[in-house]
């Protein structure tokens, strides 16, 4: 396995990943493994997000009203 050594990270931020840690019953460094394998392995797609969202409204609701007129700078 590789390692990866991360400098200069804020107080704040370190105190918030031990607290997070804490709260998942995990060291801050698997919590970290965690965060990164979350954010850059385990993306949902575009269509998984999409199919995610709730079915609220009709088509109607979203279409452009063209009888009003619109301002156009150039």
């Known amino acids: ?10 107080p704040t931020v370190v105190k918030a990943l031990r607290e997070r840690a804490a709260r998942n019953g995990r060291s801050a460094e ?5 965060i990164l394998r979350e954010a850059l392995v385990e993306r949902p797609s575009l269509v998984a997000l999409l199919l995610a969202m709730p079915d ?19």
Do not use: C, T
């Open 56 to 74: 609220v409204g009709d088509d109607a609701d979203f279409e452009r009203r063209r009888d009003l007129p619109r301002r156009v700078k150039l």
């Open 30 to 34: 698997a919590e970290h493994r965690e």
């Open 1 to 10: 396995m590789s390692q990866l050594l991360v400098r200069n990270i804020a």
